[in-house]
């Protein structure tokens, strides 16, 4: 990614190296970089496989926001009933002002 940020530094319309960034951005699930990567692809060249791939990183940002009960509990989302009750329970006891 270092690489890819150098070479934007010598040339910022160089569309291989924004591309290569937004991937790694995405791999690294950090989506608002990907998103603003993809977007100045798009001002460059508008075609519609560009125009996808900043889809695709807009939807995956706007699911990032959104809250995964299973990882706030941290258990699988292939868990149990019983392993999600013991989960809830040790959060529980943990945030609960009652308890110390």
């Known amino acids: 990614m270092g690489d890819c940020t150098s070479a934007l530094n010598l040339d910022a319309t160089y569309i291989k ?23 100045a692809v798009v001002k460059i060249s508008d075609s519609k496989e560009y125009n996808r791939l900043l889809l695709e990183a807009k939807i995956e940002l ?8 299973y990882k706030i509990l941290g258990v699988s989302r292939s868990a149990s009933i019983d392993e999600i009750r013991r989960a809830y329970l040790k959060k529980a ?8």
């Open 17 to 39: 190296a924004l591309l290569r960034r937004a991937q790694c951005y995405s791999a690294l699930q950090n989506y608002e970089e990907a998103v603003n990567d993809y977007e």
């Open 62 to 69: 706007k699911k990032s926001k959104r809250k995964d009960y």
């Open 93 to 100: 006891k943990i945030h609960h002002p009652g308890t110390a």
